[in-house]
């Protein structure tokens, strides 16, 4: 059982502000946008554009793929305090070392996309998303370095091109990046969903216009 303890308590080590950096939380009912407030080395807080994850234990997930285990012992409204559930190497966690400059959060997310390219319509299943594109599978190849007009289910409208393929797996870089708050709510909004054999969504509160 989860022993509930203050915010006072769990502020007693040093603690570093990270400036809100971009995170996520992975739980049962899928992955959510968060804020890294800040850290210590017995826990960290986490500011949320939504309520706070149900799930009193979960892990929170860099930018760089880091994953810590984590269990919420207070919240606030959009604020929550997590104890570490496991030791953590707090250079580690404050450098955030990543083999890719500048990586934007990505959540994994499985809705219908409709992909325009070239006038053609193409129909596809996101995989992940990110504030900066996306990557979906499609049953064809399609051109890189194509414009595509992309419409996912629940999330904003956005073009882009066609950055990176492989297999039947498309990258696909926005020109105009999504507001984190807006994706956080959309995602907050969509999960926890399912999609059925059709490529119907069901479950959960849907938001916007379905891929058609």
Request: aromatic share 8%; hydrophobic share 40%; with cysteine.
């Amino acid at each position: 059982m989860m022993i509930a303890t203050s915010a006072s308590t769990e502020r007693r080590d040093p603690r570093h502000t990270l400036m809100l950096r971009t995170a996520k939380v992975v739980c049962q009912s899928g992955e959510y946008v968060c804020l890294v407030r800040d850290v210590s080395a017995s826990g960290v807080g986490l500011r949320f554009f939504h309520d706070v994850p149900q799930e009193p234990r979960i892990f929170l997930e860099l930018a760089n793929g880091a994953l810590y285990p984590i269990e919420r012992s207070w919240s606030d409204h959009g604020d929550a305090g997590y104890r570490f559930a496991a030791p953590v190497a707090l250079e580690d966690f404050l450098s955030e070392a990543s083999q890719f400059a500048h990586r934007a959060v990505r959540l994994r997310l499985k809705v219908p996309v409709l992909l325009t390219v070239d006038g053609h319509d193409f129909r596809a299943m996101l995989a992940d998303v990110s504030r900066c594109g996306a990557k979906l599978a499609i049953d064809r190849r399609l051109p890189q370095g194509a414009f595509a007009r992309f419409d996912a289910v629940g999330l904003p409208l956005r073009f882009g091109h066609i950055r990176w393929r492989q297999n039947h797996d498309h990258g696909i870089a926005f020109q105009e990046p999504i507001a984190l708050e807006e994706l956080a709510r959309c995602l907050h909004t969509l999960q926890p969903c399912a999609v059925a054999p059709g490529g119907e969504h069901v479950g959960g509160n849907q938001a916007g216009t379905r891929a058609a």
